[in-house]
T-cell receptor, first 115, second 117 residues
Framework: DGGITQSPKYLFRKEGQNVTLSCEQN?????MYWYRQDPGQGLRLIYY???????QKGDIAEGYSVSREKKESFPLTVTSAQKNPTAFYLCASSIRETANTGELFFGEGSRLTVL | AQSVAQPEDQVNVAEGNPLTVKCTYS??????LFWYVQYPNRGLQFLLK??????LVKGSYGFEAEFNKSQTSFHLKKPSALVSDSALYFCAVRDFRRSYNTDKLIFGTGTRLQVFP
């Protein structure tokens, strides 16, 4: 079945360590997104990519990095520079341009806890 | 800038009663509006969207939403609530600006719906 796969579902990290969250999609979607979810704050956009080898900062990009070397994959690295990394991270994708009404398809999320 | 607001952190309703979850928006141009639902520790699931056309939009699981341009609102509704509808609901608006190569969804803060038996 087509969909978006995020891994791992749960991740624990010590302070000062970088960690990479995986996001893979087989929907043949051009655009991919990373959101962070915190209680009471809704979803905030970290980074997004509308095409391979290109990405743009969202509202809270500091302390995060991404790459988009393949259409299917959009990994997110949470670096040690991110001051409050404990959160629920959601990856999403969408069709681009003329077929796109903006609707996003989401993965099941990855919960990162910094110890 | 495009934005949405969900004025209620939580909505409580008895099973079988109608429910409304409120959303207001602020956009330049014609709005593309969405509702999503999230169950605990899960991703977001698409419920419905308004792009153009009829102001009453029907979606998944018996939900519908009414687009009101004069009140800049897009409230989510269901005629008869179920306990299984209890979840976190998000309103979103598309921010599409071709000249800035921008295309993303901006989400509200979410409203927790609790349906009591």
């Amino acid at each position: 079945d087509g969909g978006i796969t995020q891994s791992p579902k749960y991740l624990f990290r010590k302070e000062g360590q970088n960690v990479t969250l995986s996001c893979e999609q087989n929907l043949n979607h051009d655009a991919m997104y990373w959101y962070r979810q915190d209680p009471g704050q809704g979803l905030r956009l970290i980074y997004y990519s509308q095409i391979v080898n290109d990405f743009q900062k969202g509202d809270i990009a500091e302390g995060y990095s991404v790459s988009r070397e393949k259409k299917e994959s959009f990994p997110l690295t949470v670096t040690s520079a991110q001051k409050n990394p404990t959160a629920f991270y959601l990856c999403a994708s969408s069709i681009r341009e003329t077929a796109n009404t903006g609707e996003l398809f989401f993965g099941e999320g990855s919960r990162l806890t910094v110890l | 800038a495009q934005s949405v607001a969900q004025p209620e952190d939580q909505v409580n309703v008895a099973e079988g009663n109608p429910l409304t979850v409120k959303c207001t928006y602020s956009v330049s141009g014609n709005p593309y509006l969405f509702w999503y639902v999230q169950y605990p520790n899960r991703g977001l699931q698409f419920l419905l969207k308004y792009i153009t056309g009829d102001n009453l939009v029907k979606g998944s699981y018996g939900f519908e939403a009414e687009f009101n341009k004069s009140q800049t609102s897009f409230h989510l509704k269901k005629p008869s609530a179920l306990v299984s509808d209890s979840a976190l609901y998000f309103c979103a608006v598309r921010d599409f600006r071709r000249s800035y190569n921008t295309d993303k969804l901006i989400f509200g803060t979410g409203t927790r719906l609790q349906v009591f038996p």
